[in-house]
Structure formats: structure tokens, C-alpha cells
């Protein structure tokens, strides 16, 4: 077995385990290719840019995913931390650009509990006077 580098990236309720091995530039997420699991417009190239923006090619490493948990953009911006998490495991000297990038840092924000008397978080039932 082939030596990898793995990180783990979480967004909302997703969690993302990522693995970068040496190799050709197979891309694959729960044993799907990238675009056929992130099918909607900007997600593939939104996860790719974590290996853009350390100024590498795509094509020098295997990736492999397994993520579960969340919905579509959190499951995307998971694997995109967990990725750049993996990247600089792997070489410190990209942190500065992937840092400059802004795909280091957590995005802590979740779902707001819902309080008792009201419809949500923060929505009240509408008010009658009468």
C-alpha cells in the first residue's frame, strides 16, 4: 500500500476525511469521480483550488474522500478545508498561500436551535392585535 498524507475537514454538519496519495490525478469522492458527486456548477473548481492555490498540478496526486453528514455546500466546503488541511500536512511551506487564500480557517457558523414561542430561531408568530 502506497504511502498517503490525510486530514479531516467539517463544515455545518458534514465531516470529510480526505487522502492525498502521489499519482496521476485521480479525484474521487465516496468512490465517485469528483463531477459526478458535486454535480452543480462551481463545486468541483471551488475544491480544486486548494491544489491551484499552492501553485502545484492537479495531476501530482490521488485524492480520495469520504464524506458524510450535511448537505451539498457543506459537504463541498469539508473536503475543501479537509483537502488544504491534507496539503499542508504534506508540505508546510504552502500554508502562507493557502492561509492567503482564506482555506485554512473553519467556518464555524451552524444552525441556530430553535427557542420555545417561537417558529424558528428567531422568527416570531405573526402579531394580531385582535
Same mark, same amino acid.
Not at 9 to 33: C, W
Given at each position: 500500500?502506497?504511502?498517503?498524507?490525510?486530514?479531516?475537514?467539517?463544515?455545518?454538519?458534514?465531516?470529510?476525511?480526505?487522502?492525498?496519495?502521489?499519482?496521476?490525478?485521480?479525484?474521487?469522492?465516496?468512490?465517485?469521480?469528483?463531477?459526478?458527486?458535486?454535480?452543480?456548477?462551481?463545486?468541483?473548481?471551488?475544491?480544486?483550488?486548494?491544489?491551484?492555490?499552492?501553485?502545484?498540478?492537479?495531476?501530482?496526486?490521488?485524492?480520495?474522500?469520504?464524506?458524510?453528514?450535511?448537505?451539498?455546500?457543506?459537504?463541498?466546503?469539508?473536503? %475543501?478545508? &479537509? +483537502?488544504? *488541511? @491534507?496539503?499542508? /500536512?504534506?508540505?508546510? =511551506?504552502? !500554508?502562507?498561500?493557502?492561509?492567503?487564500?482564506?482555506?485554512?480557517?473553519?467556518?464555524?457558523?451552524?444552525?441556530?436551535?430553535? %427557542?420555545? &414561542? +417561537?417558529? *424558528? @430561531?428567531?422568527? /416570531?408568530?405573526?402579531? =394580531?392585535? !385582535?
Amino acid at each position: 500500500m502506497t504511502q498517503y498524507t490525510e486530514a479531516t475537514g467539517r463544515r455545518k454538519e458534514s465531516t470529510a476525511r480526505v487522502r492525498i496519495y502521489p499519482g496521476s490525478g485521480n479525484f474521487t469522492v465516496n468512490e465517485k469521480p469528483l463531477e459526478d458527486y458535486f454535480t452543480r456548477a462551481g463545486d468541483a473548481p471551488a475544491i480544486l483550488n486548494a491544489i491551484e492555490a499552492t501553485g502545484k498540478s492537479a495531476s501530482a496526486f490521488d485524492v480520495t474522500v469520504k464524506v458524510q453528514g450535511g448537505g451539498v455546500s457543506g459537504q463541498r466546503d469539508a473536503v %475543501k478545508l &479537509g +483537502l488544504a *488541511r @491534507a496539503l499542508v /500536512a504534506e508540505d508546510e =511551506t504552502v !500554508r502562507t498561500a493557502l492561509r492567503a487564500e482564506g482555506l485554512l480557517t473553519r467556518d464555524a457558523r451552524v444552525k441556530e436551535r430553535k %427557542k420555545p &414561542g +417561537l417558529k *424558528r @430561531a428567531r422568527k /416570531a408568530p405573526t402579531y =394580531t392585535k !385582535r
